[in-house]
């Protein structure tokens, strides 16, 4: 499986020359062959890539990871910063609403009911778009797909605001598209990007994820603009390891990138997914949902450059 998977990936980047479309059912999407050819965006952007199921001891300093040990040296690395709690949805759920909503499992079939980041950025006028690896297609409701696609790692797809709007849910899109979106400077502000079983790390190794990472992640850099932020984090860690009060869900690595982020700095404070949240909403200007509001919930600023958060991405 991991190797058909990143395969498909390289294929969809165009990072393949030579291969026909017949060795993969994904249409190719042609990047330049260097990232550093990617037209420089005027806007900034907020990304944020959720990966799955590790202790920040099982990825930092792990050698079979050194594109992304590599980014956390570079970048900021959050040495303190917990999971919500276990198992993985109850987290992607925080992640956009600042609680899980009731939501205890893995569920399918449930419902979150309540405001998200998405409520949010909408009724601000500014865009959105979560890239799902293996989705069949836009506003799909199915559990899972051949590709790896889980629906317990697309929160935006638990809310009905979202998956019964059609202008809603056309925004949760397969990875595939984000290559012509960079390619065409198309990116929206916010972006979520879940890789699928596979390359997430849920059904395979460190190394596969690094490798798929290693592969995306420079792309995604370059498309950041002037005042961006690429947020690199893991859903949950295998331990019960808390902090801030309502987080028990394990020390995960939090690595963030891009131009806004302090080069080399290390936070070593405590925070959580609530933190990450505060911080993406401050830097789009947004109020503090749940959670992420809660005065128990530390702040990332410090892993800024000189200027705070507030209204950071809506700055040209």
Same mark, same amino acid.
């Given at each position: 499986?991991?190797?058909?998977?990143?395969?498909?990936?390289?294929?969809?980047?165009?990072?393949?020359?030579?291969?026909?479309?017949? !060795?993969?059912?994904?249409?190719? /999407?042609?990047? %330049?062959?260097?990232? !550093?050819?990617?037209?420089?965006?005027?806007?900034?952007?907020?990304?944020?890539?959720?990966?799955?199921?590790?202790?920040?001891?099982?990825?930092?300093?792990?050698?079979?990871?050194?594109?992304?040990?590599?980014?956390?040296?570079? $970048?900021? /690395?959050?040495?303190?910063?917990?999971?919500?709690?276990?198992?993985?949805?109850?987290?992607?759920?925080?992640?956009?609403?600042?609680?899980?909503?009731?939501?205890?499992?893995?569920?399918?079939?449930?419902?979150?009911?309540?405001?998200?980041?998405?409520?949010?950025?909408?009724?601000?006028?500014?865009?959105?778009?979560?890239?799902?690896?293996?989705? %069949?297609? %836009?506003?799909?409701?199915?559990?899972?797909?051949?590709?790896?696609?889980?629906?317990?790692?697309?929160?935006?797809?638990?809310?009905?605001?979202?998956?019964?709007?059609?202008?809603?849910?056309?925004?949760?899109?397969?990875?595939?598209?984000? !290559?012509?979106?960079?390619?065409?400077?198309?990116?929206?502000?916010?972006?979520?990007?879940?890789?699928?079983?596979?390359?997430?790390?849920?059904?395979?190794?460190?190394?596969?994820?690094?490798? =798929?990472?290693?592969?995306?992640?420079?792309?995604?850099?370059?498309?950041?603009?002037?005042? $961006?932020?690429?947020?690199?984090?893991?859903?949950?860690?295998?331990?019960?390891?808390?902090?801030?009060?309502?987080?028990?869900?394990?020390?995960?690595?939090?690595?963030?990138?891009?131009?806004?982020?302090?080069?080399?700095?290390?936070?070593?404070?405590?925070?959580?997914?609530?933190?990450?949240?505060?911080?993406?909403?401050?830097? =789009?200007?947004?109020?503090?949902?749940?959670? !992420?509001?809660?005065?128990?919930?530390?702040?990332?600023?410090?892993?800024?450059?000189?200027? $705070?958060?507030?209204?950071?991405?809506?700055?040209?």
């Amino acid at each position: 499986m991991r190797r058909v998977t990143f395969f498909a990936m390289l294929l969809a980047l165009g990072l393949l020359a030579g291969c026909g479309s017949s !060795a993969s059912p994904v249409e190719p /999407l042609t990047l %330049p062959d260097s990232p !550093a050819k990617i037209s420089r965006s005027k806007r900034s952007h907020f990304v944020v890539i959720v990966l799955e199921n590790r202790e920040a001891s099982e990825v930092i300093g792990d050698r079979s990871m050194p594109y992304v040990n590599a980014l956390a040296r570079k $970048g900021v /690395l959050a040495t303190s910063y917990r999971a919500i709690t276990h198992p993985s949805l109850p987290n992607y759920i925080s992640l956009i609403a600042g609680d899980p909503l009731g939501i205890s499992s893995d569920c399918t079939e449930c419902e979150a009911h309540g405001t998200t980041l998405v409520d949010q950025l909408q009724a601000a006028h500014i865009g959105w778009r979560a890239y799902m690896e293996g989705l %069949p297609s %836009p506003c799909y409701t199915g559990a899972s797909s051949a590709g790896g696609y889980a629906k317990k790692h697309d929160p935006f797809m638990y809310f009905s605001q979202i998956a019964s709007s059609p202008a809603a849910c056309r925004n949760v899109v397969p990875l595939t598209e984000l !290559a012509g979106d960079l390619r065409h400077d198309r990116l929206a502000p916010f972006v979520w990007i879940s890789p699928n079983l596979c390359d997430d790390g849920h059904d395979c190794s460190n190394e596969t994820v690094d490798h =798929f990472l290693s592969h995306l992640v420079p792309y995604v850099l370059a498309g950041l603009g002037p005042h $961006g932020v690429l947020a690199l984090v893991w859903d949950e860690g295998t331990s019960n390891s808390g902090c801030c009060s309502r987080a028990s869900g394990g020390r995960v690595p939090l690595i963030l990138a891009g131009p806004a982020v302090r080069p080399g700095y290390r936070l070593t404070s405590p925070a959580d997914h609530y933190s990450l949240l505060r911080l993406i909403e401050d830097s =789009f200007g947004l109020a503090r949902l749940r959670g !992420a509001g809660c005065g128990c919930t530390p702040s990332l600023d410090r892993a800024l450059r000189a200027g $705070g958060t507030r209204r950071l991405l809506l700055r040209r």
